[in-house]
């Protein structure tokens, strides 16, 4: 059931969150064994929630946007005195002092959020298979990937667990799970939603945004936690265009382009490739132009990015050093103690990149690696400025791929990074964009296509997907 | 090409404890990497600035009023080892035991 329709009926008196609620947690019970989505099932919790919202609505107040509306929420967010632990041992006991401002949002919109959900380790992986606590299972297939980072909270929405989740999205680790889990998944405007509270992976690339089933629930969820916020300096202060009542106003006169480098190249499926080309005709049908264009410098987004994002990753987990959370392991001086401890809670994964990214700011590499990498980073912003001076959106696969199928790309990184080849660029230049559920490819698995809309573009960007939604086979 | 002693190095700056099996596999899978990134290398960027960050903000401040922080205790307790309202370490490197 949608996010929207239930927030109307528990308004109004019809349902009451806790019969909504029960309905999720039975489904949790039923399948979570074998999906393995959430970290954490925040039951109890959970269900005082929904009877305080039921109380609100009983009293004749408005519990919100939200009301009652299980939903399910990425376990690198800050939970005051519930476990976060960003699918790591290194955080081992940490109970947050605090809450995400997402979380305060969420509960102030009358949300109920019913767990903490799995994640690559430290949001780093594109199948959740790098996660201390056990890989994610695709609800579509289980013998396949939920995809990553956020695949906790894209099976969370696809099994019926909870109507939306939220995740975040460094690289694409919103939309790709989205994609291989067949629902909606958009990462907004790089600062459009506070990331107080948001565990750093790469400080210039991370965002949160929401997973629904559909593209009207995403807008309702992301009117809901975004705009300013004083605790995150990199927020936008200014007010945000409203996305939820241009939805359906059509795509007729739209410039919608089809970017080549992340289309028409090896490596995408030809079902995915068709879904592409499928979502454009619809487009077109609705009075679209469509065409083909060019942004060259996409096609080294993911070298770029694979300097970037660890250099900042490398930067950002130096926090745990065994001294302020989560786990420590003895040694004889404080030094042997941070090189003990990271190394005996950091996965595999982690590690790599942290390597990578402190070697690529190391002394006599620097400006090779990462300070190339940064003016290649310019480039990238530099045509997608110009291919937005010639089309108001821009569409792609979101994944080069359906699901694969678990460990298939486990021992070897490089091909995992290339599941991320098509939405990373996004993430270089701080745009929005949006996955959305177009058919099926190959095994019957879900294909996504993705939306890519300028900085603060998100209205055209939910119109496009809209129109995308409705043609969907 | 990136060498073993590059990798002891950076490990070494990382704080990462690496077991030599751990360097041994690494060690290829960073070169793998590093090989697939010196594409970037064949680009023309002479003359075009660096990105490091998506929006142009400069010095954000707020007004310089106290307002209250997190709990001190509260912080301190989700601390491995804590003492007198403090974090406890082992010694620091070159002191006296």
Redesign the interface.
């Known amino acids: 059931m949608s996010a929207s329709e239930i927030a109307d009926d528990v308004r109004s008196g019809r349902r009451s969150a806790r019969d909504v609620l029960e309905e999720h947690l039975a489904r949790v019970d039923e399948h979570e064994g074998e999906i393995h989505a959430f970290n954490l099932v925040l039951a109890d919790e959970a269900r005082a929630a929904a009877d305080s919202v039921d109380a609100a609505v009983g009293a004749g107040s408005d519990p919100g946007p939200l009301a009652g509306v299980p939903i399910a929420v990425k376990d690198n967010m800050a939970t005051r005195g519930i476990a976060t632990t960003c699918g790591s041992r290194i955080l081992e006991g940490w109970l947050p002092p605090y809450d995400a401002t997402v979380i305060t949002r969420l509960r102030d919109a009358g949300a109920v959020i019913v767990g903490k959900t799995n994640l690559d380790e430290f949001a780093m992986g594109s199948s959740t298979e790098n996660s201390a606590f056990g890989p994610t299972r695709n609800p579509r297939d289980p013998s396949r990937v939920a995809g990553g980072s956020s695949g906790g909270s894209a099976a969370a929405v696809a099994a019926g667990f909870a109507s939306l989740a939220i995740g975040s999205d460094t690289g694409g680790s919103i939309r790709q799970p989205a994609a291989l889990c067949g629902v909606v998944g958009m990462k907004p405007t790089y600062g459009a939603v506070s990331r107080y509270g948001l565990v750093a992976f790469a400080s210039s690339l991370d965002q949160i945004g929401p997973f629904s089933n559909s593209v009207t629930d995403a807008a309702l969820l992301l009117e809901a936690m975004w705009g300013h916020d004083p605790l995150d300096s990199t927020s936008i202060a200014q007010p945000l265009p409203a996305v939820g009542s241009v939805l359906d106003d059509g795509v007729a006169g739209l410039r919608v382009g089809v970017i080549e480098e992340l289309t028409d190249v090896d490596g995408i499926e030809p079902e995915v490739h068709a879904a592409v080309e499928a979502a454009a005709s619809a487009l077109a049908d609705a009075g679209a132009k469509v065409d083909r264009v060019s942004v060259p410098s996409t096609m080294f987004g993911l070298s770029a990015y694979y300097l970037i994002a660890p250099a900042e990753a490398s930067s950002n987990l130096a926090r745990y050093d065994g001294v302020r959370y989560g786990l420590r392991v003895d040694g004889d001086d404080v030094a042997a103690m941070n090189a003990a401890t990271r190394n005996a809670g950091f996965g595999p994964e982690v590690k790599r990149r942290i390597m990578l990214g402190t070697y690529a700011l190391s002394a006599g590499y620097y400006d090779a690696y990462y300070g190339q990498a940064q003016r290649v980073r310019t480039l990238i912003i530099r045509d997608f400025d110009r291919a937005y001076e010639q089309f108001d959106v821009l569409l792609s696969p979101t994944s080069p791929t359906v699901a694969f199928e678990l460990g298939a790309k486990t021992a070897d990184p490089l091909a995992m990074y290339l599941s991320d080849v098509c939405t990373i660029p996004t993430n270089l230049a701080g745009h929005p964009a949006i996955s959305v559920p177009f058919g099926t490819g190959a095994y019957g698995l879900p294909v996504g296509v993705q939306v890519l809309a300028p900085a603060l573009g998100e209205p055209v960007m939910f119109r496009a997907a809209r129109a995308i939604e409705r043609s969907s086979p | 090409m990136?060498s073993r002693e590059?990798?002891v190095h950076?490990?070494?700056?990382?704080?990462?404890?690496?077991?030599d099996a751990?360097i041994e596999a690494?060690t290829p899978?960073?070169a793998?990497?590093?090989e697939?990134?010196a594409?970037?290398?064949a680009?023309d960027?002479e003359g075009?600035?660096?990105?490091?960050?998506?929006?142009p903000?400069v010095n954000?401040f707020?007004a310089d009023v106290p307002r209250p922080g997190?709990?001190r205790d509260?912080?301190l307790?989700?601390?491995?080892?804590a003492e007198d309202g403090r974090?406890r370490?082992?010694?620091?490197?070159g002191?006296a035991p």
């Open positions: 990136i590059d990798v950076v490990a070494r700056l990382a704080r990462l404890a690496l077991s751990e690494i899978e960073l793998a990497i590093l697939h990134a594409e970037l290398s680009l960027t075009v600035p660096p990105t490091a960050h998506p929006l903000l954000v707020r997190v709990e509260e912080v307790a989700a601390a491995p080892q974090f370490v082992p010694r620091i490197l002191e």
